[in-house]
Nanobody, 119 residues
Framework: QVHLVESGGGLVQAGRSLRLSCTASGSILVTDAMGWYRQAPGKERELVAGITNGGSADYADSVKGRFTISRDNSKNTVYLQMNSLKPEDTAVYYC?????????????WGQGTQVTVSS
């Protein structure tokens, strides 16, 4: 099993920055991909950013140029640097770690951390 613990959420004014962290423990594989998802009230959970074990990153169009995902494999930690925050970034942010084994995807989730951006 994999256990993910997130931190760094909070209340911030529009235009400011926040940095989310997520540390993994348990049955970790260095080949795991990691990502951040978010879910706003009344909306479906959406992928914000993902990063492979090799460091290749991908972003939702809505956050490109503002958010940066990174990982430190020595600390089993993934980060999401969020700059120029907007009220529409308000959501619960979830850390995700996943792997593919025998053509099946296995997902592990954190408990979520609230990010609230005031206008």
């Amino acid at each position: 099993q994999v256990h993910l613990v997130e931190s760094g959420g909070g209340l911030v004014q529009a235009g400011r920055s926040l940095r989310l962290s997520c540390t993994a423990s348990g049955s970790i594989l260095v080949t795991d991909a990691m990502g951040w998802y978010r879910q706003a009230p009344g909306k479906e959970r959406e992928l914000v950013a993902g990063i492979t074990n090799g460091g290749s990153a991908d972003y939702a169009d809505s956050v490109k140029g503002r958010f940066t995902i990174s990982r430190d494999n020595s600390k089993n930690t993934v980060y999401l640097q969020m700059n120029s925050l907007k009220p529409e970034d308000t959501a619960v942010y979830y850390c995700n770690r996943h792997r593919i084994y025998l053509a099946r995807r296995y997902d592990y989730w954190g408990q979520g951390t609230q990010v609230t951006v005031s206008s």
